[in-house]
């Protein structure tokens, strides 16, 4: 008689996110993924083709955290500053999930530049203000914004400054109409 599987796809995924999440990407190991889910190795690479395929799922896992419970939160009514405080009350509140995607040179930054690059095209277009906006004008809002989100963020988390959210909301929507006032884009390269 086959032994009944007992750890399931969904387990192994929820304690990578949580090692993810706890530890960084600097752990992302089989063998702490299954001692974060209480087994050997074998579960793991019986439910994922390899460590990559597993790391994926993770991402996705992330990205639907992210896209449906962390950034979606309104509080201004603008899109680009709510995104923005949503971004830094994440970075503030799950700080070594913060630090894991967005800081850790053991992640891939280049997903979660792309998953922002997308998520935030997708939140412009269903807001009336900023919809007729022109891609220069856009990618500007978005680099800037995130840039200053990030340098809050991240002193933020550090216990370095302390605004409150009006303060931060004061800050982002002045530092938007000046990147709308400007008649060049901004260029990160």
Request: proline share 2%.
């Amino acid at each position: 008689m086959a032994r009944r599987k007992t750890i399931t796809r969904e387990d192994i995924l929820e304690a990578a996110f949580k090692l993810v999440a706890s530890e960084g990407f600097g752990h992302f190991t089989a063998r702490n993924v299954a001692t974060k889910v209480g087994s050997s190795t074998q579960p793991i690479y019986l439910e994922f083709k390899n460590m990559d395929d597993l790391k994926d799922a993770v991402y996705e896992k992330i990205y639907h955290y992210l896209g449906d419970e962390v950034f979606p939160v309104r509080h201004t009514g603008d899109i680009i500053v709510d995104m923005c405080l949503n971004y830094i009350h994440f970075a503030k509140r799950e700080k070594k999930l913060y630090f894991a995607l967005y800081l850790d040179s053991a992640a891939d930054g280049n997903r979660m530049e792309e998953f922002s690059k997308k998520y935030f095209a997708k939140k412009i277009q269903e807001d009336a203000y900023y919809r007729d906006f022109d891609d220069e004008k856009l990618n500007s809002l978005r680099l800037g914004s995130w840039i200053t989100a990030t340098g809050i963020a991240s002193l933020m988390s550090a216990g370095i400054i302390h605004p409150s959210d009006e303060e931060i909301i004061q800050f982002l929507e002045d530092g938007n109409k000046a990147i709308e006032a400007l008649d060049h884009p901004i260029q990160v390269n």
